[in-house]
Nanobody, 125 residues
Framework: QVQLMESGGGSVQAGGSLSLECTGN??????MAWFRQTPGNKREGIAT???????TYAESVSGRFTIAKNNFLNTLYLRMNKLEPDDTAMYFC?????????????????????WGQGTQVTVSS
């Protein structure tokens, strides 16, 4: 059973930066991603990285956030720069069960099987 745990959330002023980490209990040879969610809203996919290191970003974070992974440490990262109050959310990491077929949306929560518990990010204006 894959287990994921996020860390690194916190509070920051607008324009600041934060880094999140997600550590797995085993090597994950599939897609990994970061999602975020605010109360009453659907979970939004913001960044994915596949087994070969190819990255996809949502428009809302493109150019400000960077996803990366270290396979040796079983760790996924999210570097968040130029944070805005609208970035305030609970952030989750996720891993897919296998590859995501071409043509499917790698930013869709439906494509992911394993989830962490989440870490809160709060950006004040």
């Amino acid at each position: 059973q894959v287990q994921l745990m996020e860390s690194g959330g916190g509070s920051v002023q607008a324009g600041g930066s934060l880094s999140l980490e997600c550590t797995g209990n085993t090597y994950i040879d599939s897609y990994m991603a970061w999602f975020r969610q605010t109360p009453g809203n659907k979970r939004e996919g913001i960044a994915t990285i596949d087994r070969d290191g190819r990255r996809t970003y949502a428009e809302s974070v493109s150019g400000r956030f960077t996803i990366a992974k270290n396979n040796f440490l079983n760790t996924l990262y999210l570097r968040m720069n130029k944070l805005e109050p609208d970035d305030t959310a609970m952030y989750f990491c996720a891993a897919s069960l296998g590859t995501i077929a071409s043509g499917r949306d790698a930013l869709s929560a439906d494509e992911y099987t394993y989830w962490g518990q989440g870490t809160q990010v709060t950006v004040s204006s």
